[in-house]
């Protein structure tokens, strides 16, 4: 069981960088699988990216979308985890959540038990 908080969402010309932050209240990331969510004014929430951990390293997917533009990092401790945002576009504007799960990770949503509230990110033209 984790609790989860979002933050550095906000307002940005499109170009512009936002670097959005997970925490935990408490514990680490370790042994979860965390995935970043966005859902816009009327749209289904979509994947963003994930990342996990195993034996062999970091384990890190992103949405098409992403296109080089988004990187999922985490602190060395494992109490963060990080969606640095670059080169952000308008239709990025969206409510970004991140969520937990244990063990694997997934693209899906509903695969996911742990939610925080949302960072809102809007990116103006």
């Known amino acids: 069981q984790v609790q989860l908080v979002e933050s550095g969402g906000g307002l940005v010309q499109a170009g512009g960088s936002l670097r959005l932050s997970c925490a935990t209240s408490?514990?680490?990331?370790?042994?979860?699988?965390i995935g970043w969510f966005r859902q816009a004014p009327g749209k289904e929430r979509e994947f963003v990216a994930h990342?996990?951990?195993?034996?062999?390293?970091?384990?890190?997917n992103y949405a098409a979308f992403v296109k080089g533009r988004f990187t999922i990092s985490t602190d060395n401790g494992l109490n963060t985890v990080y969606l640095q945002m670059n080169s952000l576009k308008p239709e990025d504007t969206a409510v970004y959540y991140c969520?937990?799960?244990?063990?694997?990770?997934?693209?899906?949503?509903?695969?996911?038990?742990?939610w925080g509230q949302g960072t809102q990110v809007t990116v103006s033209s």
């Open positions: 408490r514990g680490t990331f370790s042994n979860y699988a």
């Open positions: 969520a937990a799960r244990w063990g694997t990770s997934s693209v899906a949503s509903s695969a996911y038990n742990y």
């Open positions: 990342i996990s951990y195993s034996g062999s390293g970091a384990y890190i």
